[in-house]
């Protein structure tokens, strides 16, 4: 029975693995030491964090920092790694016994997996779940202006919905303008205008969801612009069934990063988006969508460029290989807000950009494949 792994499976994948968590343990300390810890060490000594909680927020912040932690370990590991096989002509030996680029890559394509895996969960749920956590310590509220445009079958504005501050389900000074069926040289005349101090999203007795509004003074409007009458409610429902809900998820996640939200409920966001016709936010957060899957598969092609910089010469010098790496990393890392913007302008379609840097990193691949001569 042949045997799939090897001696050399073993011992490449060990290294390249113990270098990569090297790897990755220096670059979430450099990323976290200057700034984050120094700041959570404040707020222990003032007293805002106990010390349990200054830990909580060290250990919440991790895996923002992992999520870019992962590809530079990885690229920074194998290079390190098959720098130093070729060094001490260990490659060499391997070449001479009849290994293939492709068999020696093997395990090294067996751990990028792996890691691409963990990538991947790391922005489906450790970074939403650790964002969630970190928002309940400090106690960050998210009070903002929030505006929701409910349109007829037409894709006319029938009412708009104004928020001036909210607090998860609750919501503070809501303005509802209802506007009038006619329309004058593209001016929507307005018939009914409500104010109420307090709102609030949760279901009626049938179990739907709904929007309430309390202490509400309703203000009728005529055909001239002029109060004909002014009345006051105590509660008025505005926001019944799909259209309460609908617009409750928007208003939430409107406030959030994209790192904020897990995978499910960002698909969610965006068909959301889409049918509000909110474009630009639309198309940012479709890129971001995509950069999900695409984002943690660079984790492969980086562990693929990092064995081929780390195969050189005997006479070359290893500060090469480092130095386009590092570059590669900081010109991925610094054009990724380029191409968010170009996807949120309509400029290039969310699948071009989010799926443009990894296709970079696969010409680099071949580019230095047949430098290489392998």
């Not at 959570?40 to 003032?46: D, P, R, Y």
């Not at 969310?350 to 494949?369: C, D, E, K, N, V």
Request: aromatic share 14%.
């Amino acid at each position: 029975m042949r045997k799939y792994i090897t001696v050399y499976d073993k011992y490449i994948f060990t290294q390249v693995l113990t270098t990569t968590f090297v790897a990755i343990l220096l670059f979430t300390i450099v990323w976290i030491a200057p700034e984050m810890l120094l700041t959570t060490i404040k707020k222990v000594l003032t007293g805002e964090f106990t010390p349990i909680t200054g830990i909580l927020v060290i250990v919440y912040e991790l895996p923002k920092i992992l999520g870019k932690a992962f590809p530079v370990g990885l690229l920074l590991g194998t290079l390190f790694t098959f720098d130093k096989l070729s060094k001490d002509s260990e490659l060499t030996i391997f070449r001479a016994v009849g290994m293939s680029f492709k068999r020696i890559l093997a395990p090294v394509l067996v751990l990028s997996f792996i890691v691409t895996y963990l990538c991947f969960l790391t922005y489906d749920s450790w970074i939403p779940y650790s964002c969630q956590k970190l928002r309940e310590i400090k106690g960050s509220p998210h009070l903002t202006q929030y505006i929701y445009t409910k349109k007829d079958e037409n894709n006319r504005p029938d009412m708009a919905v104004i928020v001036s501050k909210f607090y998860q389900n609750v919501m503070s000074d809501v303005i509802v303008i209802d506007f009038s069926k006619e329309v004058y040289d593209d001016l929507h005349g307005v018939s009914n205008i409500l104010v109420g101090e307090v709102g609030t999203f949760g279901h009626d007795k049938n179990g739907k969801p709904c929007w309430k509004l309390s202490d509400v003074k309703s203000y009728d409007i005529n055909a001239d612009g002029i109060f004909e009458e002014i009345e006051n409610y105590n509660n008025v429902e505005i926001l019944n069934g799909q259209d309460a809900e609908d617009a409750y998820i928007i208003m939430q996640n409107s406030t959030k990063r994209d790192r904020d939200i897990n995978n499910k409920d960002l698909k969610r966001y965006i068909s959301l988006l889409k049918r509000e016709n909110l474009d630009d936010t639309y198309r940012f957060m479709l890129n971001k969508y995509y950069q999900r899957y695409f984002h943690p598969f660079v984790c492969v092609l980086l562990a693929i460029l990092g064995c081929l910089l780390g195969f050189s010469r005997p006479r070359e010098q290893r500060l090469i290989g480092f130095t386009i790496a590092i570059g590669c990393i900081f010109v991925y890392y610094i054009t990724l807000p380029f191409f968010d913007l170009l996807a949120e302008k309509g400029v290039f379609h969310p699948m071009i950009t989010a799926s443009l840097p990894p296709l970079g990193f696969l010409g680099a691949i071949i580019m230095f494949y047949k430098s290489k001569d392998l």
